[in-house]
T-cell receptor, first 114, second 114 residues
C-alpha cells in the first residue's frame, strides 16, 4: 500500500532539546511538505521541498530545519529555538505539476515539549 | 493576516439533511481551492476541489460552489450522514509553482446527528 508514514505518533521532549520527526513516502511523489496544526487554527506551512537536495521556507520556518537527501524522506527537526514547539505536525506529499494531484497527508506526530 | 477564513467553528446537522460549510478568502491570486476532511489524530484527506475557471464541482454527495466576485466558496453535503462528522478545512493555492503550498482555513467541526 502506498502512503506516507510519520513516526512516532506521540513524542515527548524536555524544553531545550532538539527533536527530529520522521516522514517517509512510497508514492514516488516529487514534492514534500511539513505543516503544523494548533488548536483552533488551520494548518500552517513550515517547509517544503520540490526536489531532492532543495527545500524552501514556508510561512513559519523559524526554529525548524529540514533535509531532503532522498526523494522518499523529508525529516523535520524542531530546534530549541522554536518558541512554541508543542503542536500536531503533519507531513504531506504531492505530484509536482498537476492540479489534479492534491496533497496526501500522513497521520501526524503530536509533539509535547515540557 | 488570515487569507482563508472559516467563520463557523462548528455546525450541527440532522442525518439526511444538507450540511453547508462556508469559506471566505482575501487573496485574489488564489486560483485553486480544495476541501479536506480530518478525523481526530489522523491526517486530512482530500475531499473535493475546484478551479477558479469553474463555479461548481460535484462529486457524489459533495458539491463545491465558488463565487469569485464575493471571494467565497461553500461545500454542500447532501444527504448528510453520521460518518461525515469530522473537521472540514478549506484550502487555497495560487497554483503554478506554488501548487502544494496550501493556505488553510481554521476548520469547521461538523457533527451529523442520527
Amino acid at each position: 500500500d502506498g502512503g506516507i508514514t510519520q513516526s512516532p505518533k506521540y513524542l515527548f521532549r524536555k524544553e531545550g532539546q532538539n527533536v527530529t520527526l520522521s516522514c517517509e513516502q512510497n508514492l514516488n511523489h516529487d514534492a514534500m511538505y511539513w505543516y503544523r496544526q494548533d488548536p483552533g487554527q488551520g494548518l500552517r506551512l513550515i517547509y517544503y521541498s520540490q526536489i531532492v537536495n532543495d527545500f524552501q521556507k514556508g510561512d513559519i520556518a523559524e526554529g525548524y530545519s529540514v533535509s531532503r537527501e532522498k526523494k522518499e524522506s523529508f525529516p523535520l527537526t524542531v530546534t530549541s529555538a522554536q518558541k512554541n514547539p508543542t503542536a500536531f505536525y503533519l507531513c504531506a506529499s504531492s505530484i509536482l505539476s498537476s492540479y489534479n494531484s492534491p496533497l496526501h497527508f500522513g497521520n501526524g506526530t503530536r509533539l509535547t515539549v515540557t | 493576516d488570515q487569507q482563508v477564513k472559516q467563520n463557523s467553528p462548528s455546525l450541527s446537522v440532522q442525518e439526511g439533511r444538507i450540511s453547508i460549510l462556508n469559506c471566505d478568502y482575501t487573496n485574489s491570486m488564489f486560483d485553486y481551492f480544495l476541501w479536506y476532511k480530518k478525523y481526530p489524530a489522523e491526517g486530512p484527506t482530500f475531499l473535493i476541489s475546484i478551479s477558479s475557471i469553474k463555479d461548481k464541482n460535484e462529486d457524489g454527495r459533495f458539491t463545491v460552489f465558488l463565487n469569485k466576485s464575493a471571494k467565497h466558496l461553500s461545500l454542500h453535503i447532501v444527504p448528510s450522514q453520521p460518518g461525515d462528522s469530522a473537521v472540514y478545512f478549506c484550502a487555497a493555492t495560487a497554483g503554478g509553482t506554488s501548487y502544494g503550498k496550501l493556505t488553510f482555513g481554521q476548520g469547521t467541526i461538523l457533527t451529523v446527528h442520527p
